[in-house]
């Protein structure tokens, strides 16, 4: 078996460049929201949560990163967002968008201090990371869909006001529900690797041991070699003495 | 009469922030295409034109600025993005939008020149940015409709190779047409415009003689004011020296 | 006389691009502080501070931006940055760029809710944007010079607990005393309006009365190409159907 | 010993935020040049070269990265920047800055064809990234020192014209020689990886044996918590229904 999903040339693009993009589409073709001036959450800062975070940015919107693996947290301040505790940005965010793959990411203590308007999307593994069952045991109505893919939940606030909560595709994958998915130009490279993993699978099947592999490192190397000739990308090689330098422990700085 | 599109609240926000997401918006519905890595032609770099530059820089794309104007070309230049005539853009865009409110923008000179898989739209004025026409008198073949939208032509370069040319929706507004146009959170501001201009010219109407008239200031002011509370943000208010000091000439560095 | 700050090709660059750059040059070679994951507060959204809060942004800080003008206000929440009274953003900020031509825009009520090591700056017209008076009344100790521009305040919080804060400069312009102004890319464009303006007055002597005069727009609009070209960059020019098209009204969609 | 440079701590952050600005601070300082509006060739898309692309354009010029990895080439050209290999962006570019590791990167045939004006600066390891002697040899005069740390060097080009083309620093670590070298506010995770390896080693004295040992894990965990703690930012923590749910394959989509 091969672990097609580890290729560089499949989760560096595909999670990210491909989910950052399909997961806002999803979300605009659902709802119409203009994202410039919006407090938008991010939950995960991964591969696809750096893909929408700065997509998000990209598109105007106020960028607001939660996390739980200090690492990625620090990255997320140091690329200039907002890092928070859901409880906190719970009560800020106009748009969450979970990326985590864990469950109940957003959940009961979060859904009652969103503010009115506020619309749910989630973009990770699993329906969920948004913990609908508690939402809909905790709205005083709903849902009620207020749109194609959109389902409204009124949620009665501590102080007597209440707070409409819209959930977009029953808290499924945005980017397959509510849009088309990824691009083309990405999934390419995607099932570049599939193919060619699985005919490396049959050339070598002699050799083969019953494990998972990693993609091997020219395959990957050569998916992102016809993908930049695809794009008309010219890059450059090395000289003799430069393969050399690199082979070498002799020069340094003079 | 009232100018309503030369208020602030109006032209500064709908042309740039409402046009910038609503026009990439038309152009990923329509075609599905990855903005990441490409290079998306900006014909006019007016506010319509440095909100879809800004917006398709914040989606990943490498953005080309073509101008008439030198002023609003050094802006483009200034901004960090590459400014070109169109007889080179064409060359080397992926993607071409049109925002000039001209017409022929993008025309048969360009087109001859264009990579296989170029796509053309526009989000000017009218359906004349991108001269069709002579589009059609040029192509071996099109327009065939290849996705709802998409119409496509083929060019037969000069070296005997052909190059597959795509337009959405006829060149129409390719935000009215393959997206839902701006938002309501930026319409509002336009609405709220002409709802409170309508109202002034009517107690005014015993002042106001037959001409055009700009928006008073202080119906833009109270637009953006009413904005700010809708989005929940407060802002500073000048203390009584600080007036003071704004009306004076008294103080300067110490 | 005439207004030369007025002329485009001085106040939008100049300001924007030249202020952007020096003034967070100046921070940097005053403190050498990492801009990547601070909160940095941006007082005024005029051209000068939204080149300091885009540049800062362009170098990984959280940028507040705070405002008194509700469609200056307006423009920033838009443009993706968080926009709050200075009283919130004086308990949250690491660095303070104050760029408002107004005066005690930091004053004593903000010094109190700081944090330990926030640094100051003013890029504004005159040194009393910071309240420095109030600021040395109100420390424990200080101005102590801790690096060359870098002056620290020691202030005393009401829970017992102190914060030290720095201003550089002694709150003149940041740009000019802790680095070298503006680079001369940008103030070719100014100096060329003061000549250009400088020759147009002397030849038109004769028919100007005694008033303040606006840069002729010939002259500005000759800056611009002049610069342009000086860059190596090319622009497109009107057809004569472009030309006839912008002065009719004969054409709208087919 | 500890490859403590492998440490995610380390090199994620020291090397892409550090170097990244401090990068940029040299060549402003030493050059005083305005990076908006630029052509900035970056060599090398690693760690380094990332936060230097990513800065420049956040200080608004346009940047070109060269790489010789298909990989690191693709992830440029999907971040937005344009791909080429050097002997093309020697024509274009205004100001270059390698980071690359190997030798020779910018060499005679790229000094042959670069504009009056360019600007040269490295990053990277060692001063050789910049073909020096061979600049020396071509050039018709230089070097000649126009600024403290920058030399100039007038090379002839084909047709009779001649560029002036800076060098700074000699071509040694811009970042070390014209500016302050990385802020405290990143060095202080690298020296923690040091300090607390160092520690490691001591104590694990008994169990090492003479090899390269990777940072350990929780040292690099717990330099990445106590950052946060000093950045005062709060992150969440996992529920204990979320432990269970992340090692375990029981729970999918609904």
Same mark, same amino acid.
């Given at each position: 078996m091969v672990a097609v999903n580890d290729a560089n040339t499949k989760h560096m693009f595909d999670n990210r460049y491909g989910t950052g993009q399909s997961t806002l589409d999803g979300v605009i073709r659902a709802t119409?929201?203009?994202? /410039?001036g919006k407090v938008l959450v991010v939950a995960g800062y991964g591969y696809c949560g750096k893909g929408v975070a700065s997509r998000a940015r990209g598109l105007g919107a106020q960028v607001v990163v939660t996390e739980i693996d200090p690492l990625a947290a620090l990255e997320a301040a140091m690329d200039g967002f907002r890092v928070e505790p859901m409880a906190e940005a719970a009560r800020e965010g106009d748009i969450f968008i979970t990326v985590t793959?864990?469950?109940?990411?957003?959940?009961e203590e979060h859904f009652k201090v969103m503010k009115d308007g506020a619309i749910l999307a989630n973009s990770g593994?699993?329906?969920?990371?948004?913990?609908l069952p508690s939402l809909a045991a905790l709205a /005083?109505?709903?849902?009620?869909?207020?749109?194609?893919?959109v389902d409204e939940y009124v949620v009665e606030g501590a102080g007597g006001d209440s707070a409409r909560v819209a959930v977009i595709a029953?808290?499924?994958l945005v980017n397959l529900s509510a849009a088309e998915g990824h691009p083309a130009s990405v999934m390419d490279m995607s099932f570049a690797n599939q193919a060619l993993s699985v005919e490396w699978l049959v050339k070598s099947r002699e050799q083969l041991k019953p494990q998972v592999y990693t993609v091997p490192a020219e395959i990957d190397a050569s998916v992102a070699k016809l993908k930049l000739e695809g794009m008309g990308i010219s890059i450059d090689t090395l000289t003799r003495e430069q393969e050399e330098y690199l082979s070498s422990w002799t020069v340094g700085t003079r």
């Open positions: 119409n929201v203009l994202l /410039a793959g864990n469950r109940d990411v957003i959940r593994h699993f329906d969920i990371e948004i913990d /005083a109505s709903g849902p009620r869909q207020v749109r194609p893919m029953e808290g499924r």
